[in-house]
């Protein structure tokens, strides 16, 4: 049914910037909780930024003023902007979406992550 997948993922130095795509499908995007999260090796996972239904913002502390979490309900995409990239930014990235489950909530579905170093 959802599927979340993730794609932009790359190597680069410090300073540059890339952008993230996760594509979901099978749900309307607007509906969605939508958001990145990363994890680095030996590190817990970690939220990086979140978008609302109603497109309310949430953004880690590390990341806030760097990275912004725009979305396409069209292309049905939501993106990961990254800028002023440092090394400490290095981990497998992944999106989730969560999608509306009345009357219980929402159910989460995850993407398998797209893989992001940046060298010093």
């Known amino acids: 049914q959802v599927q979340v997948a993730e794609s932009g993922g790359g190597w680069l130095q410090a300073g540059g910037s890339l952008r993230l795509a996760c594509k979901v499908s099978g749900s309307i995007l607007s509906d969605n909780k939508l958001g990145w999260y990363r994890q680095a090796p030996g590190k817990q996972r970690e939220l990086v930024a979140q978008?609302?239904?109603?497109?309310?913002?949430n953004y880690a502390d590390a990341v806030r003023g760097r990275f912004t979490i725009p979305k396409d309900n069209a292309k049905s995409t939501v993106y990961l902007h990254m800028a002023s990239l440092k090394p400490e930014d290095t981990a497998v990235y992944l999106c989730?979406?969560?999608?509306?489950?009345?009357?219980?909530?929402?159910?989460?579905?995850w993407g398998q992550g797209t893989q992001v170093t940046v060298s010093s």
């Open positions: 989730h979406a969560d999608v509306p489950l009345p009357p219980v909530g929402r159910k989460r579905y």
């Open positions: 978008i609302t239904s109603e497109d309310t913002t």
